[in-house]
T-cell receptor, first 111, second 115 residues
Framework: EDQVTQSPEALRLQEGESSSLNCSYTVSGLRGLFWYRQDPGKGPEFLFT???AGEEKEKERLKATLTKKESFLHITAPKPEDSATYLCAVRDQTSGSRLTFGEGTQLTVNP | DARVTQTPRHKVTEMGQEVTMRCQPI?????VFWYRQTMMQGLELLAYFRNRAPLDDSGMPKDRFSAEMPDATLATLKIQPSEPRDSAVYFCASGLVRLAGNEQFFGPGTRLTVL
């Protein structure tokens, strides 16, 4: 059974203070690791898909990286508008289109 | 701007009543997913369809929940009878599933409260 663990559960940063969120996973044959952002009262918003170890993707202040056991979401010089819950999910080779989500990291960026 | 739409956005009902939630997936997407999100359980997959055919409903309490896709532009999730423990936010998502990948695009959700 796939397992996804995100840490920390919550993170408070000052504006401009860079940091990283962690997503540790256990799957049998990774078919994709996904990062989503969720704002209060809204549905998750797709950010990135990573497929293989060593892969990196960037979008504005966010950069996602992947190893064989974990993924990091690096946030460079965050702004208050980056405050949200960040969700990680995995798809494996045996689960069809099913995604297994982690519990999320709630990020707060103070001005 | 293509996006998943869901109705209603909010629903308050009494225990025992039937609840129907509707979803319009993004045009051209071949897979539709229903999720439930609660503080305790996080985001859980209830069921999903490929080309309107149900592929996996193992996450759904089958005695009271049912999901259908009457056509390619409409997916429904019904609860009958509803119970207080069904209170949650229900999300619909759609995607164009390929061998790898499977980005899913979520709707705004239906917040259900069962009294």
């Amino acid at each position: 059974e796939d397992q996804v663990t995100q840490s920390p559960e919550a993170l408070r940063l000052q504006e401009g203070e860079s940091s990283s969120l962690n997503c540790s996973y256990t799957v049998s044959g990774l078919r994709g690791l996904f990062w989503y952002r969720q704002d209060p009262g809204k549905g998750p918003e797709f950010l990135f898909t990573l497929y293989s170890a060593g892969e990196e993707k960037e979008k504005e202040r966010l950069k996602a990286t992947l190893t064989k056991k974990e993924s990091f979401l690096h946030i460079t010089a965050p702004k208050p508008e980056d405050s949200a819950t960040y969700l990680c999910a995995v798809r494996d080779q045996t689960s069809g289109s099913r995604l297994t989500f982690g519990e999320g990291t709630q990020l707060t960026v103070n001005p | 701007d293509a996006r998943v739409t869901q109705t209603p956005r909010h629903k308050v009902t009494e225990m025992g009543q039937e609840v129907t939630m509707r979803c319009q997936p993004i045009l051209g997407h071949n897979t539709v997913f229903w999720y439930r999100q609660t503080m305790m359980q996080g985001l859980e997959l209830l069921a999903y369809f490929r080309n309107r055919a149900p592929l996996d409903d193992s996450g759904m309490p089958k005695d009271r929940f049912s999901a259908e896709m009457p056509d390619a532009t409409l997916a429904t999730l019904k609860i009958q009878p509803s119970e207080p423990r069904d209170s949650a936010v229900y999300f619909c998502a759609s995607g164009l599933v390929r061998l790898a990948g499977n980005e899913q695009f979520f709707g705004p959700g239906t917040r259900l409260t069962v009294l």
